[in-house]
């Protein structure tokens, strides 16, 4: 099955980037948008991406593909890496940008793709070692009150956990004691 999510992965990137065009558009804040570059005039990217053609001002952005033109280039730290599916069947590379959310964040000729770590094995100077997810479980103590669940989050002060049949509960950080690997 992760194969499968693989080569879907893989046959959505390379099916989006028969154009020898496809570019994807950075921000600085790390959001982008991909598509095919139509144009590139008066500083303005012009793209026909999957919500249609749009035009974005070249400050505004970095550019991710072969087809960018040279001054709008993301500049990215020479970390080649190759990510191949566990079975061997697809493999992609690039340089890579970023980890996160324990996936890989490639700049390709194609533009920016990502690959979920547990999918796919990595070889390269730039590879970085998925760490397993921690286990969310906590207990909660206060006095003879004990709840059990997972730790969703931290908001204003209380500790927002999922308990079975019950479903996500808020609880005063400051009463409570929180025991497991999830607690702050």
Same mark, same amino acid.
């Not at 080569?7 to 558009?25: H, K, P, W």
């Not at 970095?62 to 970390?79: H, Q, Y």
């Not at 069947?89 to 340089?95: D, E, H, P």
């Not at 730039?126 to 921690?134: D, F, I």
């Given at each position: 099955? @992760?194969?499968? %999510? =693989?080569?879907?992965?893989?046959?959505? !990137?390379?099916?989006?980037? &028969?154009?020898?065009? &496809?570019?994807?558009?950075?921000?600085?804040?790390?959001?982008?948008?991909?598509?095919?570059?139509?144009?590139?005039?008066? /500083?303005?990217? $012009? +793209? &026909?991406?999957?919500?249609?053609? +749009?035009?974005?001002?070249?400050?505004?952005?970095?550019?991710?593909?072969?087809?960018?033109?040279? #001054?709008?280039?993301?500049? %990215?730290?020479?970390?080649?890496? @190759?990510?191949?599916?566990?079975?061997?069947? =697809?493999?992609?590379?690039?340089?890579?940008?970023?980890?996160?959310?324990?996936?890989? %964040?490639?700049?390709?000729?194609?533009? #920016?793709? @990502? +690959?979920?770590?547990?999918?796919? !094995?990595?070889?390269?100077?730039?590879?970085?070692?998925?760490?397993?997810?921690?286990? $969310?479980?906590?207990?909660?103590?206060?006095?003879?009150?004990?709840? #059990?669940?997972?730790?969703?989050?931290? #908001?204003?002060?209380?500790?927002?956990?999922?308990? /079975? &049949?019950?479903?996500? +509960? $808020?609880?005063?950080?400051?009463?409570? /004691?929180?025991?497991?690997?999830?607690?702050?």
């Amino acid at each position: 099955m @992760r194969t499968l %999510v =693989f080569a879907s992965i893989m046959l959505a !990137t390379t099916g989006a980037a &028969q154009g020898i065009n &496809q570019v994807t558009l950075k921000y600085d804040d790390g959001s982008g948008v991909s598509g095919e570059l139509i144009a590139f005039e008066n /500083d303005v990217f $012009r +793209i &026909q991406a999957s919500v249609g053609l +749009i035009a974005i001002p070249a400050q505004d952005v970095s550019c991710i593909g072969s087809a960018c033109p040279e #001054e709008t280039v993301l500049e %990215v730290p020479s970390a080649p890496v @190759r990510l191949t599916a566990l079975d061997g069947a =697809f493999s992609v590379s690039g340089n890579l940008i970023d980890f996160v959310d324990n996936e890989y %964040v490639l700049a390709t000729d194609i533009g #920016e793709v @990502r +690959i979920d770590a547990t999918l796919a !094995t990595c070889d390269g100077d730039g590879c970085v070692v998925p760490q397993p997810p921690l286990s $969310r479980d906590v207990t909660l103590t206060n006095g003879a009150t004990t709840i #059990e669940g997972k730790l969703v989050r931290m #908001e204003n002060g209380a500790y927002i956990v999922n308990v /079975d &049949q019950l479903g996500e +509960i $808020r609880v005063d950080a400051s009463i409570f /004691d929180c025991d497991g690997d999830a607690c702050p």
